[in-house]
């Protein structure tokens, strides 16, 4: 069992950067895929960024490469996102995701706005 907890939302205005850190507790957090994934509203949670539990390699959804950067402190238990030059089109809720082959977590998702 991982337990996940995000946090590090808020309001910004277009072109300025916020950091989602997400906390897990558990059995063998370092054993897990960690990702990001967002749900616009009105839409479908879609990925966002991923990075495999050694941290060796990352993957990011087109939207947002070279503005936001995953990564992951496995002594700590943490992973963050840093989302900078953000976007109005950057608002949604941002759910920290645990993956190790068929077991999969979900935090509770902080809230990001971004305007215009």
């Known amino acids: 069992q991982v337990q996940l907890v995000e946090s590090g939302g808020g309001l910004v205005q277009a072109g300025g950067s916020l950091r989602l850190a997400c906390a897990g507790s558990g059995r063998a957090f370092t054993h897990y895929n960690m990702a990001w994934f967002r749900q616009p509203p009105g839409k479908e949670r879609e990925f966002v960024a991923q990075i495999v539990f050694s941290g060796g390699s990352t993957d990011y959804a087109d939207a947002v490469k070279g503005r936001f950067t995953i990564s992951r402190d496995n002594v700590k238990n943490m992973v963050w996102l840093q989302m900078n030059n953000l976007k109005p089109e950057d608002t949604a809720v941002y759910y920290c995701?645990?993956?190790?082959?068929?077991?999969?977590?979900w935090g509770q998702g902080t809230q990001v706005t971004v305007s215009s």
């Open positions: 995701h645990a993956r190790k082959f068929a077991n999969t977590y």
